[in-house]
Antibody, heavy 123, light 108 residues
Framework: EVQLVESGGGLVQPGRSLRLSCAAS????????MHWVRQAPGKGLEWVSG????????GYADSVKGRFTISRDNAKNSLYLQMNSLRAEDTALYYC????????????????WGQGTLVTVSS | SYELTQPPSVSVSPGQTARITCSGD??????AYWYQQKPGQAPVLVIY???ERPSGIPERFSGSSSGTTVTLTISGVQAEDEADYYC???????????FGGGTKLTVL
């Protein structure tokens, strides 16, 4: 059974940093690309960032480019999101999601999702 | 930045057919995907590559594509299908993923 478990969320002041983690199990982690998707309270889904199976291709939404960094450790079956210079508008539930493909290039689908970790940016 | 446009809401009676559209300039070149999200739950992939259905998804869910518009069709809608539905694709570069704004399906 595929499982994705996010952690690292919490309350943080504007301008500070936070690192999210996603522990994956139930599939061959290094065969697939992975993504972070967020959902602000009462709002829709927003793709944040994606990383290919070997970290060779990485993409970011314009809203987080230059502030967030995605990474993965295939030896630990883990995905990470380093979030710097956090803003109030970054407040959201952050989901870790598995891609159907090893590459992030092209329109690919997200076939498994975690339950999310909540990030609240407020003073 | 690239956008996918969905209607905010669609309402149907049980047993009827619901159609949810998603429009975007790059859709003729990029596949579309559809997700169902019920309150308090993570999204679930219901259609991939425009019209393919993952295992475990009921046959009443289908997808189609025509030019810059893709459509999710739910035939014989049931009360349990009431949810938010999101389309997803990529921009012309293929590197940036995009979600539509979501459509709330109400079963009357």
């Amino acid at each position: 059974e595929v499982q994705l478990v996010e952690s690292g969320g919490g309350l943080v002041q504007p301008g500070r940093s936070l690192r999210l983690s996603c522990a994956a199990s139930g599939f061959t982690f290094d065969d697939y690309a992975m993504h972070w998707v967020r959902q602000a309270p009462g709002k829709g889904l927003e793709w944040v960032s994606g990383i290919s199976w070997n970290s060779g291709s990485i993409g970011y939404a314009d809203s987080v480019k230059g502030r967030f960094t995605i990474s993965r450790d295939n030896a630990k079956n883990s995905l990470y999101l380093q979030m710097n210079s956090l803003r109030a508008e970054d407040t959201a539930l952050y989901y870790c999601a598995k891609d159907q493909e090893p590459s992030i290039v092209g329109a690919t689908g997200l076939d498994y999702w975690g339950q999310g970790t909540l990030v609240t940016v407020s003073s | 930045s690239y956008e996918l446009t969905q209607p905010p809401s669609v309402s149907v009676s049980p047993g009827q057919t619901a159609r949810i559209t998603c429009s975007g300039d790059a859709l003729p070149k990029q596949y579309a995907y559809w997700y169902q999200q019920k309150p308090g739950q993570a999204p679930v992939l219901v259609i991939y590559k425009d019209s393919e259905r993952p295992s475990g998804i009921p046959e009443r869910f289908s997808g189609s594509s025509s030019g810059t518009t893709v459509t999710l069709t739910i035939s014989g809608v049931q009360a349990e299908d009431e949810a938010d539905y999101y389309c997803q694709s990529a921009d012309s570069s293929g590197l940036i993923k995009v979600f539509g704004g979501g459509t709330k399906l109400t079963v009357l």
